[in-house]
């Protein structure tokens, strides 16, 4: 049905940036919400940031905010996640996800999202 497809991953110095990209396939999905999560070894899946695809509402975590920007081309079915002034801290597995529910609100809880990409590594070196 839906398919997400991540790239963007590597290796980065603390400090630099890093832009990651997700394709999106499948049937309509102009009114899903698009997200990233991300997910560090021995945590929990933590909310990063959503956008709507209808309209480009968005959401960002606290910890993300100023440093991190979501947005996307609708042109190319794709969702990007800019990631600046990257922190060791901001070292896991960045997944983007589809929340297909017509919700008032952008939901942040990886249970609330219908689909999943393959995630791709992001690591910052110190």
């Known amino acids: 049905q839906v398919q997400l497809v991540e790239s963007g991953g590597g290796l980065v110095q603390a400090g630099g940036s890093l832009r990651l990209a997700c394709v999106v396939s499948g049937p309509t999905f102009t009114t899903y919400i698009m997200a990233w999560f991300r997910q560090a070894p021995g945590k929990e899946r933590e909310f990063v940031a959503a956008?709507?695809?209808?309209?480009?509402?968005?959401n960002t975590a606290d910890s993300v905010k100023g440093r991190f920007t979501i947005s996307r081309d609708t042109a190319k079915n794709t969702v990007y996640l800019q990631m600046n002034s990257a922190k060791p801290e901001d070292t896991a597995v960045y997944y983007c996800a589809v929340d297909r529910d017509r919700t008032l609100l952008i939901r942040t809880r990886p249970r609330e999202y219908d689909y999943w990409g393959q995630g791709t590594q992001v690591t910052v070196s110190s």
């Open positions: 956008i709507r695809w209808s309209g480009g509402t968005t």
